[in-house]
């Protein structure tokens, strides 16, 4: 069973910095177009950013130049360091990827930017 697990998430003052990390396990394949998601409460869940299998990145208009999707050295991992954190991008962040075209979430980690 192929499981994604978040971590790294919790309160920080605006102006601060997270780094979250995803690690995905239960496969031998790589977990291809691994993303980052966020859901604050009341809203829809929404694309945060994205790494294609062909290496290229996505980002939403609201984080472009603060956050940063990577990978890890570690095989089928993800991270998304996050500066200039600002009230509005407390949420629950997810992620994202899949594994021979199957979608798989984590479980999600809350961040949560204090003003």
């Known amino acids: 069973q192929v499981q994604l697990v978040e971590s790294g998430g919790g309160l920080v003052q605006a102006g601060g910095s997270l780094r979250l990390s995803c690690a995905a396990s239960?496969?031998?394949?790589?977990?291809?177009?691994m993303s980052w998601y966020r859901q604050a409460p009341g809203l829809q869940r929404e694309l945060v950013a994205a790494l294609t299998s062909g290496g290229s990145t996505i980002y939403a208009d609201s984080v472009k130049g603060r956050f940063t999707i990577s990978r890890g050295n570690a095989k089928n991992t993800v991270y998304l360091q996050m500066n200039g954190l600002k009230p509005e991008d407390t949420a629950v962040y997810y992620c994202q990827g899949f594994v021979l075209s199957r979608e798989y979430w984590g479980q999600g980690t809350q961040v949560f930017v204090s003003s």
């Open positions: 239960g496969t031998i394949f790589d977990v291809n177009a």
